[in-house]
């Protein structure tokens, strides 16, 4: 990510106001693949990413002449991304992908207390809503998810077939994106660097 000082990023907002294209690829070259980086790490979806961080950009470009930006240019399109990536959520609740559920601590950083604390609230929830899962269905989750196994190795160790591993997982998965939907897009939210 780049180090900006202040009276850089309001030299580069100055030059943007006077439609300068350079200084708007400068911008563009220094920010975009962090920007990419850090919504990819949550979202997990290469051409939403890449449309929330052009239409940063874009709208960056569109207001130049009114761009008025209190912090640092870095901490500004780190906030915009953030809040499209929230907006991802929030549209697309109900097709939370299954693999947002998988290295959420990997992918999370503590930033500041409220990522941490949310992230804690999500742990818990999590494994309680894994607890209220059928007796089968619960089993087959924790065996996929905690150990790793793969849905032949389950389905031998149980003595069930592939598809019904399938099934559990399909289940599980489902019941928890209904139960913590929400939850989980606030912790990746809170999790983005500013």
Known sequence: MANSSLEDDKLLVSQLKQDDGHAFNKMFNTYWQ?????????????????????DVFIGIWKNRKN??????????LFSSVRYQVFNQFRKNRKNLRP????????????ENPESEILYKEL??????????LPKKCRAVYKMSRDEQLSHKEISSRLNISPKTVENHITK???????????????????A???
Request: net charge negative; with cysteine.
């Open 99 to 110: 693999e947002l559920f998988e290295n959420l601590e990997q992918r999370c950083t503590y």
């Open 172 to 190: 599980a998965l489902f019941v928890l994106r209904t139960s913590i939907g929400g939850l989980l897009g606030l912790v990746f939210i809170s």
């Open 123 to 132: 742990a818990q929830k999590v494994d309680a809503v894994v607890e209220e």
């Open 67 to 76: 761009l008025e930006i209190k912090v640092s240019l870095e901490n500004y």
């Open 192 to 194: 983005l660097p500013f």
């Open 34 to 54: 962090p920007l990419f980086t850090s919504a990819f790490n949550l979202l997990k979806d290469k051409k939403i990413c890449e449309e929330i961080v052009q």
